[in-house]
């Protein structure tokens, strides 16, 4: 006979309650157990289904995920998409290992986005978020992998999570993920400091995790955003002007304020074309550009824009893991100003309303919990 149990919210889980001695086992005890994940159902709408639970195999381990940062998934929302695979940004639990290695159950650990092979060049300098080659997961752990953060449960390597620090929340923790990590990332490759005039473009929830982490460098702070809301977010969260993109006098605005000089540093959040433009002619003569956003081609002169002017430019995907801890200290010395950042947070069987206000740009970062 095969006993079937379906997790419904608020109540317990039978990984919980099976022996841990059996619960590696369960399935072939008879036992099929079910977790939540949000899905996409078209047509505008969403909400959760049930899927098998992930069992941890080799060095991959099961997460039960607590806060779920959300990122640009509504973007498929919005234009019809589903499925129900979405997401990678995550906080948790460990609540199941199948060998010892570098985690154990109960550690407390953010998911590092992405999947690597842990073996070539980029993954033994920790860029891991570089890395061409990847694993098969299902090989591994024999079935589907749960690979997707919009979950109550998660697959993943061990040595892509992260120790989270005793005092951080879960919700606090998972900004390291996409809220505060690119542009963390982008601003350690350019050394912000207290001297540097920073100008950070397109102010969604990347953006806008850039103007905590130049403010917590004690750089001026340069934001350019058309979104009402967003402007005015970013000044709560210490940007010192914020400029409209739309403006056809920006550039001559943006000089105005750095004395004639331009700014000593930019990252583009926004990916769009006028925006990278707009990167090249503010900043100043041997400044850095740095793209952070996903975008299209944008016309740049090798003699005009880079040798001539001496410019850097580079761009930033995420961050090496071996500056983790600095980043968390960033999260851990601003409980307040991430407190402002992440402006909504809610139940995942109600992602149809997360994605909802995604869209409309009323919002910083916005949170999903699957347990509640």
């Known amino acids: 006979m095969v006993l079937t149990y379906f997790r419904r919210r608020k109540t317990f889980t039978l990984r919980d309650k099976i022996p841990p001695a059996f619960a590696g086992d369960a399935g072939r005890l008879g036992f099929i157990v079910f977790m939540q994940v949000a899905a996409m159902f078209g047509e505008g709408?969403?909400?959760?289904?049930?899927?098998?639970?992930?069992?941890?195999?080799?060095?991959?381990?099961?997460?039960?995920?607590?806060?779920?940062?959300?990122?640009?998934?509504?973007?498929?929302?919005?234009?019809?998409?589903?499925?129900?695979?979405?997401?990678?940004?995550?906080?948790?639990?460990?609540?199941?290992?199948?060998?010892?290695?570098?985690?154990?159950?109960?550690?407390?650990?953010?998911?590092?986005?992405?999947?690597?092979?842990?073996?070539?060049?980029?993954?033994?300098?920790?860029?891991?978020?570089?890395?061409?080659?990847?694993?098969?997961?299902?090989?591994?752990?024999?079935?589907?992998?749960?690979?997707?953060?919009?979950?109550?449960y998660l697959h993943k390597m061990e040595d892509l999570l992260?120790?989270?620090?005793?005092?951080?929340?879960?919700?606090?923790?998972?900004?390291?993920?996409?809220?505060?990590?690119?542009?963390?990332?982008?601003?350690?490759?350019?050394?912000?400091?207290?001297?540097?005039?920073?100008?950070?473009?397109?102010?969604?929830?990347?953006?806008?995790g850039g103007i905590v982490n130049a403010r917590y460098r004690g750089a001026r702070v340069i934001g350019v955003e058309s979104h009402p809301y967003r402007a005015a977010l970013a000044k709560k969260l210490g940007a010192d002007v914020v400029f409209n993109p739309t403006d056809e006098d920006i550039l001559d605005q943006i000089r105005d304020f750095t004395d004639g000089i331009g700014v000593d540093k930019a990252v583009d959040c926004s990916g769009a074309s006028a925006a990278h433009r707009l990167m090249v002619d503010a900043a100043r003569r041997k400044g850095q550009v740095t793209f952070v956003g996903e975008g299209g081609d944008f016309p740049l002169g090798a003699s005009r824009d880079m040798i001539r002017k001496g410019l850097v430019l580079r761009g930033n995907w995420h961050y090496n893991l071996?500056?983790?801890?600095?980043?968390?200290?960033?999260?851990?010395?601003?409980?307040?100003?991430?407190?402002?950042?992440?402006?909504?947070?809610?139940?995942?069987?109600?992602?149809?309303?997360?994605?909802e206000l995604q869209a409309t740009g009323e919002c910083g970062k916005v949170v999903l919990d699957p347990w509640a």
């Not at 900004?175 to 490759?189: H, N």
């Open 162 to 208: 992260s120790p989270i620090p005793e005092g951080v929340s879960y919700t606090h923790a998972g900004m390291a993920c996409c809220g505060l990590g690119p542009t963390f990332g982008a601003m350690e490759q350019m050394q912000v400091n207290s001297l540097d005039t920073v100008m950070v473009t397109g102010l969604g929830p990347v953006g806008l």
């Open 45 to 152: 709408k969403g909400g959760v289904v049930d899927k098998p639970d992930p069992r941890a195999a080799g060095d991959v381990v099961v997460v039960k995920i607590h806060a779920v940062p959300m990122c640009t998934e509504y973007k498929g929302f919005i234009s019809g998409g589903t499925g129900d695979r979405f997401g990678h940004e995550a906080a948790g639990e460990v609540v199941e290992v199948a060998q010892t290695g570098r985690v154990k159950v109960g550690d407390r650990v953010v998911v590092q986005p992405q999947n690597s092979c842990g073996k070539c060049q980029m993954c033994a300098i920790g860029e891991h978020i570089h890395c061409s080659g990847g694993r098969n997961i299902q090989e591994i752990v024999g079935t589907e992998p749960a690979s997707a953060t919009y979950a109550q």
């Open 322 to 355: 071996g500056v983790y801890p600095r980043l968390m200290k960033v999260i851990q010395d601003s409980p307040e100003q991430i407190d402002t950042f992440i402006t909504h947070t809610f139940p995942m069987r109600e992602v149809q309303k997360a994605w």
